[in-house]
């Protein structure tokens, strides 16, 4: 990086901080009369303390900045150096970028920390493989600082990357992989809420649909497995019935006219009249025409409630693994058991009013 850049930066912050209104200071017209003596002494003594804890702050933050300041032109001349001595792909770059790049977050400039924090990645990549634990760390930095940028597609690429390399770098019952794919599980609950990469109704579905796909995979190679406690197991089955309901749920809110039926649409019907012929005689003259299928309506209702009896249904099998988990593990203690006994209740009853919804005909 450039001086010119660094002194650039610095002055912006400085600015930032030098300039900000001093807390406290506010204009008051007094139009009405002299306060008392003692309240007037009381009022100059609250404002000679707020510029005094004012001056103090502004004094801390210039006292940080030239610390930031400081630091900033280290951690360059030791990159530098370093590379000079070692080469520009030395495995001790990563953390030299990696502490660099936390500088530049605490100055709130987030754009030069995902740079310095691919640069670290990179160097990982090239000196320990593609797949390797030692990128872990970098990429949840990078997670961590483009959630600060609220730039929810990279989000959403890295954690998928930090999935794909924690599957190959760890076996599925150990806690570090667990606790990546708890991780993505969770991530993409908050994207199916939250809608942050702006996708389309099918989107979201088809989004759901893959992160039950990926519940159920999971469970089905843990669940049996002696290495995996019940409190993952749970937490697994958990995120799954989540996926299910938001599966279920949209499935209940969508018109039963957006639902292909299972009959055809159109049918064809004969039609008859009289009419003269070129003699003007009276003539039968029938022909066919195509009418939409008076069944038709109906069967759309009962896909749609086929569709959410299908992912209620899922729901409900959760739930009874839940309870067989419940009901047969000596791991949990009385605390462990009542929470889990509020979660199938909770899971239960909004299967129970999402079936409900789904059955309603409503057409729009």
Not at 22 to 39: I, K, M, N
Not at 46 to 51: S, V
Not at 74 to 87: C, F, P
Not at 249 to 254: D, E, K, M, S
Request: proline share 2%.
């Amino acid at each position: 990086m450039k001086t010119n850049f660094t002194d650039k930066l610095l002055q912006s912050v400085l600015c930032l901080l030098l300039c900000a209104p001093v807390l406290g200071q506010t204009s008051t017209d007094v139009s009405q009369g002299e306060p008392e003596a003692g309240v007037q002494q009381a009022e100059e003594s609250d404002t000679a303390e707020e510029e005094e804890i004012s001056e103090e702050e502004r004094a801390r933050r210039e006292a940080r900045l030239a610390e930031l300041t400081q630091q900033l032109e280290v951690r360059l001349r030791a990159i530098e150096e370093l590379q000079s001595e070692q080469g520009v792909y030395h495995p001790a770059l990563i953390e030299a970028y990696s502490d660099l790049a936390n500088v530049h977050v605490e100055l709130e400039n987030y754009d030069q920390a995902s740079r310095y924090l691919t640069d670290a990645l990179q160097i990982a990549r090239i000196n320990t493989g593609l797949f390797s634990e030692q990128q872990l760390p970098v990429i949840d930095e990078l997670i961590k600082n483009h959630m600060r940028k609220q730039d929810w597609g990279e989000v959403d690429d890295l954690i998928h990357l930090d999935h794909h390399i924690a599957s190959r770098v760890y076996q599925l019952e150990d806690q570090e992989y667990l606790a990546a794919a708890d991780d993505y599980g969770q991530w993409k609950l908050r994207v199916l809420r939250e809608n942050l990469l702006q996708q389309s109704g099918s989107g979201l579905m088809n989004t759901a649909e893959d992160l039950s796909e990926f519940y159920e995979r999971l469970i089905a190679s843990v669940e049996f497995s002696d290495e995996v406690g019940s409190e993952d197991l749970l937490k697994l089955l958990h995120g799954k019935s989540q996926a299910d309901l938001s599966l279920a749920r949209a499935v209940a809110q969508t018109p039963y006219t957006y639902f292909q039926g299972t009959v055809s649409r159109y049918i064809t019907r004969q039609r008859c009249e009289n009419v003269r012929n070129a003699a003007g005689q009276l003539v039968r003259q029938c022909y066919s025409v195509q009418v939409e299928n008076p069944r038709y309506r109906q069967s759309q209702i009962d896909a749609k409630r086929f569709a959410v009896n299908r992912y209620t249904r899922e729901v409900n099998e959760v739930i009874e693994r839940m309870m067989l988990m419940r009901d047969s593990s000596d791991s949990l203690n009385a605390q462990e058991r009542r929470q889990l006994d509020t979660q199938i209740a909770n899971l239960q009853a909004e299967a129970e009013t999402i079936r409900r919804l789904g059955y309603r005909n409503y057409r729009f």
